[in-house]
């Protein structure tokens, strides 16, 4: 049987819908208030899971995700460690970049290479950077294509700053893009 054309989307909207937060994830593995418990996180996602049949190769890789929307790192990191995919590999390379880890965040990325999610990415923040050119970011985007060694980069050169700060809350942006296009992808 085939899914539906939009199904895709219609996935992603139920998982987004099951795991939404109002805040976002701070760069590093600080706790933020009002993230849902690894109980809560399991439960809703098994519901959506039996509710969209969803198929079993692919709720480890969605519950990470979960998982590490909701700062918890090494729970995602468990799902992760031995899932040899590029969709493992990309987790674990934004678990790590989050722990902070930037020299492990940069072996996972360099082993992951290019990825589908890529091109996405590139565009959506090239979008938020041409609005931004007041902040001085190195070229996250290089020839259209997404560089996430230099984003790792841009979060450890601002991990130890104020939330508050402009160029930091723009990275927290950039990074629920990657989040976003990677969930999209992982979702049957």
């Known amino acids: 049987m085939t899914a539906p054309a939009n199904s895709i989307s219609h996935a992603f909207s139920l998982i987004t819908q099951a795991i939404q937060i109002d805040t976002l994830p ?5 706790v ?7 109980h809560t996180l399991e439960s809703r996602l098994e519901a959506v899971f039996k509710s969209w ?6 709720r480890p890789l969605i519950r990470a995700a979960a998982l590490l929307w909701h700062d918890h790192l090494d729970a995602a990191h468990v799902l992760v460690q031995d899932e040899h995919s590029a969709d493992a590999a990309f987790i674990h390379g934004i678990m790590h970049r989050r722990e902070p880890d930037f020299s492990n965040a ?33 070229p996250l985007i290089e020839g259209q294509k997404w560089n996430p060694m230099k984003f790792i980069d841009a979060c450890e ?19 629920q893009i990657e989040f976003d296009a990677l969930l999209r992808h992982v979702c049957p």
């Open 26 to 30: 701070e760069l590093g593995p600080r």
């Open 106 to 138: 940069k072996y996972w990325f360099h082993r992951l290479g290019r990825h589908a999610t890529f091109p996405l990415i590139a565009s959506q923040v090239a979008e938020i950077l041409a609005k931004e050119s007041n902040l001085s970011l190195d």
């Open 32 to 38: 933020r208030p009002g993230v849902l418990s690894v």
């Open 157 to 175: 050169e601002s991990a130890s700053k104020p939330v508050n700060e402009p160029r930091y809350l723009l990275l927290q942006r950039i990074q």
């Open 53 to 58: 049949n969803m198929p079993r190769s692919q």
